[in-house]
């Protein structure tokens, strides 16, 4: 098989792409042919040398650098299949792409969108589930309207933020239908980044300056005094035959995130090794993981996800309710990342969970390969 896994990416989640995908390449079978393919800060991409697969294989914590040839740029080919990627003219033969991509321009739909005209398949959601999952907005209106709980929020968008006499009125409004404290993030932004805590109208409006620094679109959330559950979900939800244990919806052991930080932001994720402890199973009763599970699944075929996500929820402290935080159609990798963790936690390990993300890819290339594009 041959495989090009991308990584790197347009993205405040670059670094951590870099660190995922040296953990997927440690994934793949012997039996593959792996292509590298770094995309820089600037979008540009650059075909690796088969060195750095090497080297990435033979380390279990080495990280994938960025060698930059401007001779060995990569461009695609709209509808060319297996060809659609080469470098000065030569196709890089392609069966499938794993892209290792997070945040903006990775999982937001628009390069599966690109893998969609290439006529390829490509691991993880499609380009319309990819789009509305990185939306936070979009997420919860879809979410609430099948009745899956989600926490009290407001949007605010950059137009609000540009008129001084609207902006105070919307503070104003947003206090008093949510009060103190509460969590200021952008829509379409990843990895906390952007994030903030606000217990005061001051702090609130620092934090929306940072947050509209990520975004045009700001969520405003009642800040829960919650336990962070997480639960990792595979599978096709639209194509899946009722015999296939492939493309089969599965929703794994949930784990708990009990951060060290004021909440869970990108230091505890990425940098503080100590910023967490991740428990799975998740220390909670039995029917509170299998109701985790089933609005896991339901999320995830509300959303028509394939492949693979991360559905983060939180359970309230006080009142015991769940709310569904978000859901990530491209979690993270890393060896500290929940979601692997909690497929091996249910007994799927690392490279066999790689190969279901592959298999689950063609499956459903090949079923959307028979639907009629013409007449």
């Known amino acids: 098989m041959n495989i090009a896994l991308i990584y790197g990416g347009r993205s405040g989640e670059h670094e951590i792409s870099l660190i995922s995908a040296s953990s997927i390449a440690r994934g793949f079978s012997e039996k593959d042919s792996v292509t590298l393919i ?30 930059k040839d401007k001779s060995k740029i990569v461009s695609i080919i709209p509808g060319a299949k297996k060809n659609a ?54 997420t919860k209106m879809i979410l609430q309207s099948v009745g899956i709980p989600v926490v009290p929020y407001v949007c605010m968008k950059r137009t609000v933020m540009l008129n001084s006499g609207i902006y105070d009125t919307f503070l104003d409004e947003t206090e008093k239908e949510l009060g103190y404290p509460l969590f200021v993030k952008p829509c379409c932004a990843g990895s906390s980044n952007g994030a903030a805590k606000a217990t005061n109208r001051k702090e609130l409006s620092f934090a929306l300056m940072e947050a509209f620094m990520w975004d045009d679109k700001v969520l ?43 909440f869970y932001d990108f230091d505890a994720k990425y940098n503080d090794p100590k910023g967490a402890n991740l428990l799975i199973p998740a220390d909670i009763s039995e029917n509170d993981i299998e109701k985790i ?7 995830y075929k509300t959303l028509d996800l394939t492949g693979l996500s991360r559905v983060d929820f939180f359970i ?14 491209m979690p993270g990798f890393t060896s500290i990342s929940m979601f692997p963790k909690m497929c091996e936690a249910a007994g799927l390990d690392f490279s066999a969970l790689v190969k279901l993300l592959l298999d689950e890819a063609f499956a459903r290339y090949n079923a959307k390969a028979g639907l009629n594009t013409t007449r």
């Open 293 to 299: 599970r089933k609005l896991a699944c339901a999320a």
């Open 38 to 67: 770094a995309i820089d800060k600037d979008g540009t991409w650059y075909l690796q040398d088969s060195s750095e697969y090497k080297r990435i294989r033979g380390s279990k914590d080495a990280v994938f650098k960025i060698s």
């Open 220 to 262: 405003i959330e009642k800040a829960i005094n919650a336990r962070e559950i997480e639960c990792s979900v595979t599978g096709n939800s639209v194509t899946t035959p009722q015999d296939s244990e492939t493309e089969q919806v599965t929703a794994y052991i949930p784990g708990e995130i009990v951060p060290s930080h004021t």
């Open 316 to 329: 309230d402290r006080d009142t015991k309710a769940v709310y569904l935080n978000e859901i990530n159609s």
């Open 85 to 138: 990627l080469s470098v000065q003219g030569k196709a890089l033969e392609t069966d499938i792409i794993f892209p290792a991509l997070h945040g903006t321009y990775g999982e937001d739909g628009t390069i599966q969108g690109l893998f969609e005209m290439a006529d390829i398949p490509y691991v993880g959601a499609t380009h319309i589930s990819s789009a509305v999952t990185m939306d936070k907005e979009k």
